[in-house]
T-cell receptor
């Protein structure tokens, strides 16, 4: 089965350090999403890309978060500097989206980030 | 008020029971997802539907677009069905694929 691959699975870092999370979407999918899950807020959208172009990053704190898609096989989410409130599970998802047509929406296993 | 509301928040059932989880939403949607998340685990898409009903094994999902309501049913529940079930809607229009999530329903099935 095709999978969305996220690395690392777990990350513990000290406050102030840079954190980079990576996602390999499913080949052929044109849309990549970054979601964050916390106990308080549940799942929420951070950013997403269509054909590698950023479409919406309004869910991201702009001063410290950045999302990029340097090529079709890699999406990255970077936090610099990290803060304890960034502790969460970060999910990547990919799918094939064309207008109202959506196919193959698949989530990665997530990166569990702990900032101490 | 949240755009996606689920009920109940928590549900405990005995093995073999028929289970229903409800989802109501207030926005126009192009599709609705039912997702499953086991403790400490990833998220699995169970169904994506935009009308009618879908069935996969012991799971059935229905949607009523006019009433803005969907239900997830589990027949002959089993302890391995214990998980958080999340309803998520794909907003019709400009959002183009991103999801708005409910808070989830935590299901525990006792043997």
């Amino acid at each position: 089965d095709a999978r969305v691959t996220q690395t690392p699975r777990h990350k513990v870092t000290e406050m102030g350090q840079e954190v980079t999370m990576r996602c390999q979407p499913i080949l052929g999918h044109n849309t990549v999403f970054w979601y964050r899950q916390t106990m308080m807020q549940g799942l929420e959208l951070l950013a997403y890309f269509r054909n590698r172009a950023p479409l919406d990053d309004s869910g991201m704190p702009k001063d410290r978060f950045s999302a990029e898609m340097p090529d079709a096989t890699l999406a990255t989410l970077k936090i610099q500097p990290s803060e304890p409130r960034d502790s969460a599970v970060y999910f990547c998802a990919s799918g094939l989206v064309a207008g109202r047509y959506v196919d193959g929406y698949t989530f990665g296993s997530g990166t569990r980030l702990t900032v101490v | 008020k949240n755009e996606v509301e689920q009920s109940p928040q928590n549900l405990t059932a005995q093995e073999g029971e028929f289970i229903t989880i409800n989802c109501s939403y207030s926005v126009g949607i192009s599709a609705l997802h039912w997702l499953q998340q086991h403790p400490g685990g990833g998220i699995v898409s169970l169904f994506m539907l935009s009308s009618g009903k879908k069935k996969h094994g012991r799971l059935i999902a229905t949607i009523n677009i006019q009433e803005k309501h969907s239900s997830l049913h589990i027949t002959a529940s089993h302890p391995r069905d214990s998980a958080v079930y999340i309803c998520a809607v794909m907003n019709y229009g400009g959002s183009q694929g991103n999801l708005i999530f409910g808070k989830g329903t935590k299901l525990s099935v006792k043997p």
